[in-house]
């Protein structure tokens, strides 16, 4: 009876979250990051550039969440693994530029508030991300 309890609670997140999200960040080196300094050999202004980002979400029958996380410019899209724990939703991606991201579905399911923090060629970075469903 736990185990039927259970499923049903992941299938309703899965329900949830399933869709298309949009929304785009501007990582900042972490200060005290590697390869965080900016070189005036190449020009740096010192400007933040905005990457634009979708997320598709899908669940299984067995209500696992799947998804893929594409970004401006990339080639294909990235698996990510999907966890929850309680409200709190956490997408990790893996790769040579690991990356994640940790947030909450609002109340009303139209946003994802949280902060994404990677590797980039700066160095460890951070920047908020809200993303929103999109509309189809």
């Known amino acids: 009876m736990l185990l039927a309890a259970g499923i049903a609670a992941a299938q309703e997140n899965a329900a949830a979250l399933a869709g298309r999200w949009e929304g785009a960040y501007a990582p900042k080196a972490d200060k005290g990051s590697k390869g965080a300094t900016r070189s005036r050999e190449l020009g740096s202004t010192g400007r933040l550039m905005k990457y634009p980002v979708t997320v598709m979400i ?49 109340q009303d399911g139209s946003t994802l508030d949280g902060k994404w923090q990677g590797k980039t060629f700066s160095g460890d970075s951070s920047a908020p991300l809200v993303l929103k469903r999109a509309k189809n």
């Open 58 to 106: 899908g669940g299984g029958g067995d209500g696992k969440l799947t998804g893929m996380w594409t970004t401006s410019g990339q080639q294909a899209a990235t698996p990510i693994e999907i966890m929850m724990d309680g409200d709190t939703i956490r997408f990790t991606m893996s790769g040579p530029f690991p990356a994640s991201w940790e947030g909450k579905l609002s």
